[in-house]
């Protein structure tokens, strides 16, 4: 979720359930992205990063907090 990119995207974040519970615009250019998630609950987490509907990028994380 660190590389380039060629056009502006989405960034989305979902719970295990599978049910987005974050939603951002990202703009065209090297990309590294602050998510706030101090709003969410603790547990695990799957990012996605879509270009003109395509998914570019994919991770994870842990809410620990």
Do not use: C
Not at 30 to 39: K, P, W
Not at 49 to 55: A, N, P, Q
């Amino acid at each position: 979720l660190g590389s380039r990119s060629e056009s502006e995207g989405i960034l989305e974040v979902y719970d295990l359930s599978g049910r987005v519970v974050l939603n951002m615009e990202t703009q065209p250019g090297y990309q590294i992205f602050n998510v706030d998630v101090q709003e969410l609950s603790r547990g695990m987490y799957l990012i996605r990063r879509f270009e003109s509907g395509k998914l570019v990028g994919l991770g994870k994380f842990v809410k620990t907090e």
